[in-house]
Structure formats: C-alpha cells, structure tokens
C-alpha cells in the first residue's frame, strides 16, 4: 500500500550553460506514494515558489512516458531505478521513508546543460537531419497495401521504431556513444522495403554525423539498452554496423 | 475586400464552399483554385507555428513543394509536439476488411458522430483524403500493426460498425509523428525549413495591404532559452498548436499544451468557433491526488475488447469504495454491463460523450468503484477467457504496463479502473473551407480549429483531419492566397508594426513579472480547473454557467493582483511561461462558458441538462441551434459579438442520434 514518505532530495543546480554547477539538498515532508517522480518536484518547486526562490528547471511535456521530453539521473541510472519506463512513470512508492534521492542531468559531451537538470539534445536531431528518413515528397506514392510486408518483420521495424529520442542510451554510455538511438532508425527503415533503397547510404549520412558531433565511439557495453525506457535492442546495433560495413564496401 | 458577416451571418460565399454535388466539391476547388508557379515559391516565406501532425506535416509539404518555411515549437524537438501521444489509431475509408467501408460512409459517421454540427463539404473532403494520409505514411517507412498474410490490419473504434481504424501497437500518434518528423527533418537538412525549437509565439504581426486591409505578416515569439523576444516575417502565417483542453488544468493533454496562439489569434478579428465543444473521454486513470499532474488517457481501442461496468447493488459499491472487496470478487449476475443495457447496438463501443455521460450517471448514482466514488471497471477477464492472456498482452501489453505502473495494480487479475477526463476541444479557431481564418493570411489547421468534428469527434479521426489538412488541403488551399502575393516583397520587421508588437509583448510581460504576488501559477491554474469541471464540464446547466462565469471573472481578478513569478523575464523562466499560458486559459474558460449559456439544447459533447430526452439523452433544437457558434472579440472586458455560421444541410438527413438499435 502507498503511504506518506519523508525524502531527502540532493538536485544539481546550474544556473546557466557556462556557469558552475552544485548540488544542493532539500527536505520534503508527507510524499504520497502514489504520487509520480515529477509530481514530487512539482510539489517541491511549490516550496521553492513559496519562499521565493528559483524552482528547479527540468524537461517533461508528455508524463506518460512517449514524447521522450524528460530526462533525469534518479540515483545514478537515467530514468530512475525501475526497469523500461522514463522518469515521468516513475512513482514515488520505489522510494522509501527517510531515502535521500540524488537527482542530476544527462551527463555527456554531446548534451551540455541548459540549466540546472535541463540538457540541450538538439544533437539527435541533427543526426536525424542527416538522413532519418525514407526520401519521399508528399503525394504521389502507391497504394498502402500495395508491397505485402511479412508480420514478423513489420513487428521488428515497429520496435526498432519505439525509440522517444529521450538520449538515455547516450547519457549511459561511458563513451557518450548515440549508437542505440541511430541504430533504432537505421533498423527500423532498413528493415522495411521503402526504407531499403536507402538504407546503405543512410548508416553512413547518420553515423558520418554522429561522429561529426562529439559523441563516443561504441564499445558494446551494452549499458545503453540496459537503461533503455523502450527496451530497444542491441541487435539494433549490429544491423547497423552490417549496412555500415556494406556501406563502406560500396564506396 | 474580404467577404465579412452580413448582419453577423457569414454566408456559404464568405466560406468559400465550393459548388456542385458534396462529392465533386473538392475536386471541382482543385480544377479551378490559383497555383503558384516553382520560381515564385521560391519567393515566398511561410511561418508554420506547432510541429504536432498538423504542422509538422503542412511544414514539410510546403518545403517540398519550394516554400521557404519558419517552423517553431515549444519543446526541445519537433517529435516531441503532444499529437506524439496518442494511443489508439488513425481512419481510413480504405475498405481493406471488406465490411462494407466507403467514403460516404465515414463521412456519414463523422457527421453523425458530431451530433449534425460540422459542415458537410469538409467532412467530405477529409473522408475523401483519408486513404492517401495511409498511403503516404506507409511510403515514409510507418510500421503500421499487419496481419500475418503482409497486408495492414485494421480494428474498430466507437461510433463506427466497420473496422477503419490503422494503428502501430497503442503508439500509433508516435509513429505517424515520427512519419511526419522524419518528412521535417528532411527539409530542414535541406535548408528548406528553418527550425526554432524550444520558442514559444506570443504574438501575431499584422500588415495593411494597399487597400488598408489587415494581413497576418509575421509572429513575435519567446526564445525560451535566453528569454529574448524576437520577430519573424512571412507572406502567410499557419498556426497547428493544438487544443486547449489544458484550461482544466487536469486533463490527458501534455504539460505544455495550450490555447494561447489562439487567443492572440481572437484579439486580432479571427472568430472563436463552437469553444464548448470540449470531449470528455471515457477512459482516463481516475484522479488520485490533488498534487496530480496529469490524467492518462487508456486508448479507446481498449473497448474493442474491454467491457465496461459497475455493481448492481449499492452495499457491493460502498464495500468497494472501502477498499473492503475487489471487482473481480463480484459475480457475473451482480455485475451491470450499463452500456451493453442501454445501447445494445454498439455495447462498449458507442461514442465518447455518450460513454461519458453513462459513467457519470451511475456515479452520480453511487455506484462508483474507487474511494471516492468517480470510477467505473473496465473489464478484461472476457477477453482473456476468449482470447487468451498472451493475445490481449500482444494487443494491449503496453498500455496495461502503463496502468500498472499508476496505479500498482495489475490490470490481467483485477479490472481496470477508469473515468471520464477533459481530452480534445472539437472547438477552436473558425476557418473557411481553405483553412484561413477570418483574418487575411492566417491560416489554421489541427486541432487548434474548428473544422471537421462538429460537437463530437469520433476517436481516431483527430490524426486523420491533422494529417489531411497538413498533407493534403492547406498545401493546395494556401497557393490561392499566394497566388496574388507574389509581388509582395519580404518585409522587414524594422517596420513599426513589428515594433509595436513586440513593445505589447513586453509591456504584458513586465507587468506579469511585477505583480509579485502571493499565489503560484498553478495554484490559481487548479481553482480554475475546479470551475470548469464543475460547471463547464459533463452537465452543465444555465445556473452553473453563470456563476462558472462570475467565478472566473474573480479568478481573473486574483491572477492579475496576486500571483508570482520568481526569475528574470529575460532568462529561462518555466513560470512565466505557464504564467502567459494561464492569463489565456482564463480568457478561453470564459468563453467556452459563455458560448456554452447561449447554446440552449444538447448536443455532442456538449450537455445541458435542460434539454435532455426521458431516457437521458442528449436533445438537439435543430430549428434553433443549427449553427456554429462564432465569437468576435471586441476588446479587453467587453462581451464578444456572435456570429453564426448557419449549417443547413443539403446532403444529408439529421436524425437524432441513435446508438441503441
Ligand atoms: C493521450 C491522447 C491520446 C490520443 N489518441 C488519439 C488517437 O488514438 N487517435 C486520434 O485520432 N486522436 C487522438 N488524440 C487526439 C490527437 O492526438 C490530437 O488532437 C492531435 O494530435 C493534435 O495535433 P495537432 O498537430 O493539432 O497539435 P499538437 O500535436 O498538440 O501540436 C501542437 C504543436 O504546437 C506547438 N505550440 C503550441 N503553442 C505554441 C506557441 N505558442 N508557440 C510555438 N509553438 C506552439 C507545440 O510545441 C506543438 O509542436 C489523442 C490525444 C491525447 C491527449
Ligand atoms: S534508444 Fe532508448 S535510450 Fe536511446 S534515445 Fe531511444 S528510447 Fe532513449
Ligand atoms: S515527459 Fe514525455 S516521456 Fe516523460
């Protein structure tokens, strides 16, 4: 049964891109448990508001766990510590009474801070930018049931296709890798007969940018899917390097 | 000149329906409208604000199509936009299940799931387009649900006897997104949309052109990073910025989803249309806090197999609002299957508004089924003796997760529990049948207008009217604007009106910001939400509407002498921003319930209690309230002028709605 808890809450606070960063502890009294993680910063941003001090910036927009917005290292794991869900689905009742919760950003090259828990990740949109996508114009193209797709593979691509660009995967990685995010896309169209034609010279465009931006190289750690809110796989990884590898055997 | 009301009618000329049989409308406007040709697109600069499914979709087009595109969001990425959170699915008239599917017959659901209030031509014309929306999102690599033969599966969703609804697990608003993202992103690498994320609009810029007449020419917009105010010019404006049920402040919609550009929209003469038609869903995780956030909605496609219920008896009710007996512990006979009873015909699956309306009566009753008496059960047990735990997991499987996760219960063993919540606005900005506004230049698309849903939207059709206007309509439609700007050159925002503009940005800023008052934006935000639900929400009647009205001007009053806004306004400043957010909701709340006093009858989502038949259902005054609603603003304080649009139907019989045979 959910219950009130006293928490501890230990937040780094920045106040801009250049300046120093720390952290800083408050006390919050009566947490409902059933109450979500977010809530519970709510509640203590109220606090904040009310002895006049600056509340704590932090990203969400969805709070059900699609838009990929909210970010978070809960304890030293991105999301919190439960297992496939983001930070805005985590509850209170994975606390318990008198815990001190270290709340902290995205840590990684590739997403600098924007303010205190606040990350710019505009990073991943670059890369999508680079060739995330099959290249049709609106209009003019076949009938939907035209080119039968077998179920086991559209399964597949779908997914491949459940990745919210939250950068999770980069944040954990020790290498600031973004290989499971360009993976996902990369998977999703390869996998698929629209997406094929492009697919070689998709995984270079997408990794080519990658690189181009500061993120690490991938060493197969495997920490990514581990943190992963959508559980996407690893396997996405080695499709990737295989039409990469393909890719480079074109030129 | 523009066509205006003539004597607060606007006639079927000012909204430019197009003539001929309901079905050649849109191809006889197609075979006649003016284009612009490729070297003058060049030319001509498009401000899309909102990358949900409407704007991202219409962004991308016209970039393809050789406009220059300004795109902008609130979010840190144009993915993120709230339309990313729908569940359920996407229509199509495609006919794949051979169920007897046609244009015409989507378009009659439509139109009659919106209790007769949308206007036919268009209601057509998004029939008409629906089956190119799945083709086109399929050619941009959408992995749409299959079946085991290759080709696309299809379920049903309510107000509908065939299966049209497309859906990609219960992430279908995700993926089509996605589809649309990936289309933006595309443009944007290619130079040809210039994206600004993480901005936020806060006002439009208007133009006179050489007959003195106002034209939309550009937005003032928020750099929500640094706080800078800043200016954008265009030849034509599009505003995709979705619904304001957020004037709630509970409601399934995002945290940052809002009606503001469309109150600046109003300010500047466009018409307000139909702002009570707010959709209550039925199946949203009933409310467990007052430190709640957020209502999550459970995808409707849930009542394809879910059946929905409450006790018989009301000591088995009290004992579980006591928490003393679970659902699954009352047997088959107790148990009151109140939509199968009263609506044989469509069991589970009648609209929304109806559904709503039958959970809130046994409620009312004291048949509820949580601790505070606001819940009804959805039921699996069913579908799981028929189907199996691993089919209804495989259908389902994310959004049981996603109860679970709430509410620590785990929806295979005990029945769901839900309850209706505030979750799509069928009202929103009027626009002719080229989606402009009734200011030149200014377009509207999405949910953020009035157009297609009339007093009810049936579930799956919010996807499918974003992605026609943006994909199929407002591509074709903006060129006839165009067309005759060719000539006008790219202006500068140096220009006074521009100036003045952003001076009224930030005079209204600077005042917020010095009020220093004792309230937070959300405290004053939540007693709002308390009215509306109140008194604005799934009964309302003439008393309540009153002193929901009296009820706000004093919220109003307190917002502007007493709330607080810590930071700097030239800084990041997440309270300011709801802060600008919230002076609108206001405004809209008002609105919606002035609007909602004048419609004396039924409609839709839309339920006085005066007017109601013996058996509870909504009654329509078809000689009276045949029309759409528009509200003309007349300045700060002051009562708006209405406008009626008549809505004379020329294709097709009105009927009372019927669900039951
Ligand atoms: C939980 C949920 C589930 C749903 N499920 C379904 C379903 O299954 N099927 C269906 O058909 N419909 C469904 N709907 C409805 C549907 O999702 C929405 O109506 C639709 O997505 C709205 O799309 P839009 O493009 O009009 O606006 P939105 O997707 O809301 O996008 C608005 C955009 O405008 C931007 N914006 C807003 N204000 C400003 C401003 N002032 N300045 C700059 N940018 C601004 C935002 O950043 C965003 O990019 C669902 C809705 C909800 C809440
Ligand atoms: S792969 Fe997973 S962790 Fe990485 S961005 Fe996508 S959803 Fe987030
Ligand atoms: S806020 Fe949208 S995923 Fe968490």
């Known amino acids: ?251 | 000149m523009a066509l205006q009301p003539q004597n607060g009618i606007i006639t079927p000329e000012m909204a430019k329906i197009p003539q001929g049989p309901l079905e050649k409308k849109w191809t006889n406007y197609k075979d006649h409208q003016k284009l612009v040709n490729p070297a003058n697109k060049r030319k001509l600069d498009i401000i899309v604000v909102g990358t949900g499914l409407a704007g991202a979709s219409a962004a991308a087009s016209l970039a393809e199509m050789g406009f220059n595109v300004l795109n902008f969001c609130i979010q840190d990425s144009p993915r993120r936009a709230h339309s990313i959170a729908a569940q359920g699915g996407i229509n199509a008239a495609k006919n794949y299940q051979n169920d007897g599917d046609s244009i015409y017959r989507l378009y009659y659901d439509t139109i009659k799931g919106g209790d007769y209030r949308a206007r036919e031509a268009n209601v057509y014309r998004l029939a008409e387009v629906s089956n190119s929306i799945i083709d086109q999102c399929v050619a941009q690599g959408v992995p749409f649900a299959r079946e085991y033969g290759g080709l696309l599966d299809n379920r049903s969703f309510g107000g509908a006897q065939v299966s049209r609804t497309f859906y990609a697990k219960g992430q279908t608003g995700q993926q089509l997104l996605l589809g649309a993202y990936s289309a933006l992103s595309r443009q944007i690498g290619k130079g040809k949309v210039k994206m600004y994320t993480r901005y936020e609009m806060l006002d439009l810029v208007m133009i006179k052109d050489e007959n003195g007449e106002d034209r939309a020419r550009g937005i003032i917009a928020r750099n929500l990073v640094t706080g800078r105010i800043e200016r954008f010019f265009a030849h034509a404006v599009v505003i995709g910025t979705g619904g304001y049920g957020n004037t709630f402040f509970l409601s399934t919609n995002a945290m940052a989803s809002n009606g503001s550009a469309a109150m600046q929209m109003y300010r500047h003469g466009a018409f307000f249309a139909n702002p009570c038609y707010a959709q209550i869903h039925p199946t949203c995780i009933p409310k467990h806090g007052d430190f709640q956030s957020k209502l999550t909605l459970m995808s409707e496609s849930l009542r394809n197999d879910g059946r929905i219920w409450v006790p018989k008896k009301l000591e088995d009710a009290k004992k579980l609002q006591a928490g003393t007996l679970k659902g699954r512990d009352i047997p088959e006979e107790d148990r009151d299957y109140y939509l199968e009873r009263r609506y044989p015909a469509f069991g589970n699956l009648v609209p929304r508004d109806v559904a709503s309306r039958a959970a809130k009566e046994r409620c009312d009753k004291g048949f509820g089924v949580n601790n505070t008496g606001l819940a009804v059960f959805l039921d699996f047990s069913d579908a799981i003796k028929r189907l199996g735990k691993d089919v209804v997991a495989q259908k389902y499987g994310n959004l049981f997760q996603m109860y679970e996760k709430i509410v620590d219960e785990n929806p295979y063993e005990n029945p769901m529990m839900i309850f209706p919540a505030i979750h799509y606005t069928m009202g929103g900005i009027w626009v002719d049948y080229e989606l402009q506004t009734s200011v030149k230049g200014l377009f509207c698309i999405g949910e953020a207008n009035f157009s297609d849903h009339g007093a009810n939207r049936l579930g799956a059709s919010a996807l499918m009217q974003g992605l026609a206007d943006g994909y199929f309509v407002l591509p074709y439609t903006i060129q006839n604007y165009l067309a005759d700007q060719i000539s006008v050159p790219r202006m500068s925002t140096d220009l006074p009106e521009f100036a003045a503009a952003e001076k009224a940005v930030q005079d209204k800023i600077q005042k917020l910001m010095s009020i220093q008052g004792k309230r937070s934006v959300d405290s004053i935000h939540k007693e709002l939400g308390l009215i509306m639900w109140d008194f604005v929400g799934m009964g309302r009647t003439a008393e309540g509407l009153k002193t929901a009205i009296k009820k706000i001007d004093e919220i109003k009053k307190e917002f502007w002498s007493n709330v607080f806004i810590p930071g700097k306004a030239d800084s990041l400043n997440n309270e300011l921003e709801k802060a600008l957010r919230l002076a609108d909701f206001i405004e809209i709340g008002r609105l919606m319930a002035v609007d909602a006093l004048h419609r004396e009858e039924s409609c839709g989502g839309h339920f006085r209690e005066e007017y109601q038949t013996p058996d509870g259902e909504a009654l329509r005054q078809d000689d009276k309230f045949s029309y759409v609603g528009c509200w003309k603003y007349t300045g700060e304080d002051k009562e708006p002028e209405l406008i009626k649009e008549p809505l004379d139907y020329e294709f097709t019989e009105r009927k009372t709605r019927n669900y039951k045979a």
């Open chain 1, 1 to 251: 049964m959910d219950q009130n808890i006293n928490i501890k809450v230990k937040v780094w606070r920045q106040a801009g891109p250049k300046e120093q960063g720390h952290f800083e502890t408050y006390e919050l009294q009566n947490i409902f448990q059933g109450a979500s993680f977010l809530e519970m910063i709510d509640i203590l941003n109220e606090k904040l508001i009310s002895e006049h001090k600056d509340p704590i910036a932090f990203d969400h927009d969805c709070r059900e766990g699609i838009c990929g917005m909210c970010s978070l290292y809960v304890n030293g794991h991105p999301h919190g510590p439960d297992q496939e869900i983001t930070t805005c689905q985590l509850h209170m009742r994975k606390f318990h009474d008198g815990e001190t919760i270290t709340i902290e950003p995205w840590r990684s090259r590739a997403f600098p801070v924007i303010k205190d828990l606040m990350v710019d990740r505009s990073a991943y949109d670059k890369i999508m930018q680079a060739g995330g996508f099959v290249s049709v114009n609106t209009g003019g193209v076949p009938d939907a049931n035209a080119i039968a797709i077998p179920k086991p593979v559209a399964d597949e691509a779908m997914d491949a296709a459940s990745c919210i660009g939250c950068g999770a995967c980069a944040a954990a990685c020790k290498n600031g890798s973004a290989m499971l995010f360009v993976s996902a896309k990369v998977s999703q169209l390869a996998l698929l007969p629209q997406g094929k034609i492009e697919a070689a010279r998709r995984a270079k465009a997408m990794v080519a940018k990658m690189d181009e931006l500061g993120f690490g190289n991938c060493t197969n750690t495997g920490a990514c899917a581990a943190e992963c809110p959508k559980s996407v796989s690893l396997a996405n990884i080695a499709r990737l390097n295989r039409e990469f590898i393909c890719a480079k055997f074109k030129d």
